[in-house]
């Protein structure tokens, strides 16, 4: 399996890589203590750390929905961030025409699992010559991913990752067939698991989705006993209080014993 260089870290190496933050840039402030926390946390368990959140959360439920501050005002957000922090940076785009300006600040541009199959999408972030993250769709196999990430590796990118998030599931439900992570693993690229999203509802409260933090910690663990080589979490100080995936976010005060618990496992896989 390849090694994705990031920064001053490989994902897919030896080290528990941890991409995590704020569903979308809400304020600088709320950025700023999350950024700090997460690097403090991470530092102390001797993980890799990318920061993650989004200028536009274009997949909404409702035309009403909080989106984020914009491509422009977003970006300027995360930049100050990376600069303040030394932080990678991992945000996502939703048209081709925004993946090259996202990649003046982002290190790893994530492709939306809603829009995964878009080859448009696919192409632009290729191009960028950045790390591209394709997210699973709901509607996929894991087999299916193979295509998807031919499509960016046609384009003249190998710095891939591929991540699960669920599999639809009846009606504004999801589950995780842990199958995934070594099928797509195969493939040649590391496998990151987000726990978070997997625990949401889609649309199931009508204008937003749902979740259930409860079982983040026990997918998270699960995904790492299965040979996760990362996992993602979107983090919040006060999830209840988010203007977007508030339900299924974690507490920013919980981060460390979630992580040191996945560190654990994954410590005891790489032994075997």
Known sequence: MNK?????????????????????????????????????????LGVNFAFKSSFDKANRSSINSYRGPGL??????????????????????????????????????QIPAFLCRQTDLLVAAAKTCKIVNIKKGQFLAPEQMLSLIKKVEESGNKNILVTDRGTSFGYNNLVVDFRGIPIMQSFGYPVIFDATHSVQLPGANGTCSGGDRRFVSTLAKAAVAAGANALFFEVHPEPDKAKCDGPNMIELDKAEILFKNCLDIFDIVRKQ
């Not at 870290?9 to 030896?14: K, V």
């Not at 402030?29 to 991470?42: H, N, S, Y």
């Open 4 to 44: 994705i260089k990031l920064k001053d870290f490989e994902i897919g190496g030896d080290r528990l890589t941890i991409i995590a933050g704020p569903c979308a840039a809400e304020s600088d402030e709320i950025l700023d203590v999350t950024a700090k926390r997460l690097k403090e946390i991470t530092a102390k």
């Open 72 to 109: 422009e005002k977003g970006l300027e957000m995360l930049k100050t961030v990376k600069e303040k922090y030394n932080l990678p940076i991992v945000t996502d785009i939703h048209s081709p025409e925004q993946a090259e300006k996202s990649a003046e600040v982002a290190d790893i541009i």
